[in-house]
């Protein structure tokens, strides 16, 4: 059965005692808590470790927004994924968006990522998704397959089980723009479709897909009761721990 999840991105937000603060806050509301999903949390890279130290993994996993892709070595300024792990983190955010976009990370660097990450018994949430335009003329099956593709189908079917797809159109992040219940259901329902053509049924309907972009507590339980949305990728929304807690309790 594949998991429910709900997955926080505070990419470059909150100094280090902000950050500690929300983590903490976060563990608080949990503790007493039976969510119907696994939470995650994702923060920056100087927030690891201490961030670890103050929540309690089983119930609350965490994850690196990024990690380097080579092994170790003459790369200034880079994370490798087994300094990740090093921390206590047990996942990572791959080919975000905003990586794709802004760092210039293809399915080539992407695909190394989740090798190293795999190695290093980190969890991929593996994002997916098609800018504005693709949306438009109709091509954003193709894309976000090839992106797929492209950077996971060397994978064996047991690696490959142990990825986590975040399905994020790009139009939707950050814009306070969401995609329909209807749309975000087309899409992961195909997406989940090119997974049993590659690797079988159960493969594909083991994985966890989740939905990314302006998903709010106002939002979350209509796209959550689609039965191919597994769960959310939370930007904004995960920077204050009563509406994060309000995505999660949407399940
Ligand atoms: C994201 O960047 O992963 C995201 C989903 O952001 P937001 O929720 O802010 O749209």
Redesign the pocket.
């Known amino acids: 059965m594949r998991k429910k999840i709900v997955a926080g991105?505070w990419?470059m937000n909150t100094t280090l005692g902000e950050g500690v603060g929300l983590a903490k806050d976060v563990n608080e509301a949990l503790k007493n808590a039976t969510p119907k999903c696994d939470v995650i949390i994702c923060v920056p890279f100087t927030h690891l470790a201490p961030v670890n130290d103050v929540i309690d993994q089983n119930k609350l996993g965490l994850g690196a927004e990024n990690c380097a892709d080579h092994v170790k070595g003459a790369y200034t300024g880079e994370i490798s994924a087994e300094m990740v792990a090093s921390t206590g983190a047990k996942y990572v955010?791959l080919g975000?968006?905003?990586r794709r976009q802004y760092y210039g990370e293809t399915s080539e660097t992407l695909k190394e990522k989740v090798n190293l990450a795999l190695a290093n018994n980190l969890t991929p949430i593996f994002?997916i998704g098609e800018v504005l335009e693709e949306r438009e003329n109709g091509t954003y099956h193709d894309v976000v397959k090839n992106q797929i593709v492209e950077a996971l189908f060397d994978l064996s079917a047991e690696d490959f089980g142990k990825i986590i797809l975040?399905y994020?159109p790009v139009w939707?992040?950050?814009?306070?723009k969401?995609a329909t219940d209807d749309q975000a259901e087309e899409i992961h329902a195909y997406i989940r479709g090119v997974i049993a053509d590659k690797y079988g049924k159960e493969v594909a309907d083991n994985t966890s897909i989740l939905y990314?972009?302006?998903?709010?507590p106002s939002n979350a339980a209509q796209l959550f009761a689609k039965p191919n949305v597994d769960g959310?990728?939370?930007?904004?929304?995960?920077l204050d721990a009563q509406s994060f807690m309000g995505i999660v309790n949407a399940f």
Not at 172 to 176: E, R
Request: aromatic share 0%; charged share 15%; proline share 0%.
């Open positions: 991105n990419k955010i975000h968006s905003e994002c975040a994020e939707a992040i950050g814009t306070g969401t990314g972009g302006s998903c709010k959310g990728l939370i930007g904004g929304a995960a």
